[in-house]
């Protein structure tokens, strides 16, 4: 079963920044926390990983709580393209990669 | 390399026909995974393998399903006698190693339609 807690959907306008959270009050010392997005009739995609420290890359943030229980993805400034849904999933080593039923990210013109 | 490729990108079938899906992931990666999704639903886990053994299969794989990855590089999911609730969008990932702070790369899936 998925680890993870995610609000089932969201609503953003274009061009203003989108903060997903996401629960894990499970989560393990050795659990790193993954971030991927599945576009309408695509195979899901990374967005970003993190283990204890914030992160960055070209695509979004991961901002990590300091007892590692919750995370929220940040899209800096979302675009239409953003609209898909996204999956907060925990992978320790040897895992395979579960997922919940994620966030359905709208984004409004 | 083009990423991971599945084939064939839609199957429909009638009922009680085998159908083989092929999944090719990309190059050198070890690990590599089998998932199903039903419209409005996340992935569901099916079965991995790292390189060639099979390392665990999901209580949704019955009997009817078998996967295979000969020589640890291209797999192929089998479903025999299928049935109308097999039908879903067939997921193919794979991922360099087994270590969690890897990410792992998807197909764009074989979607089944049995009839």
């Known amino acids: 079963d998925a680890k993870t807690t995610q609000p089932n959907s969201m609503e953003s306008n274009e061009e203003e920044p989108v903060h997903l959270p996401c629960n894990h009050s499970?989560?393990?010392?050795?659990?790193?926390i993954h971030w991927y997005r599945q576009l309408p009739s695509q195979g899901p995609e990374y967005v970003i990983h993190?283990?204890?420290s914030n992160v960055n890359n070209r695509m979004a943030s991961l901002a990590i709580a300091e007892d590692r229980k919750s995370s929220t993805l940040i899209l800096h400034r979302a675009t239409l393209r953003d609209a898909a849904v996204y999956y907060c999933?925990?992978?320790?080593?040897?895992?395979?990669?579960?997922f919940g039923k994620g966030t359905r990210l709208h984004i409004l013109p | 390399d083009t990423g991971v490729s599945q084939d064939p990108r839609h199957k429909i079938t009638k009922r009680g026909q085998n159908v083989t899906f092929r999944c090719d992931p990309i190059?050198?990666?070890?690990?590599l995974y089998w998932y199903r999704q039903t419209l409005g639903q996340g992935p569901e886990f099916l079965t991995y393998?790292?390189?060639?053994?099979?390392?665990?299969k999901s209580r949704l794989l019955s009997d009817r399903f078998s996967a295979e990855r000969p020589k640890g590089s291209f797999s192929t999911l089998e479903i025999q006698r299928t049935e109308q609730g097999d039908s879903a969008m067939y997921l193919c990932?794979?991922?360099?190693?087994?270590?969690?702070?890897?990410?792992?790369?998807f197909g764009q899936g074989t979607r089944l339609t049995v009839v």
């Open positions: 993190g283990l204890t």
């Open positions: 499970t989560i393990s010392g050795t659990d790193y």
């Open positions: 393998f790292q390189n060639e053994a099979q390392l665990e």
């Open positions: 190059s050198e990666h070890n690990r």
């Open positions: 990932a794979s991922s360099i190693s087994d270590r969690a702070n890897t990410e792992a790369f």
């Open positions: 999933i925990l992978r320790d080593r040897d895992d395979k990669i579960i």
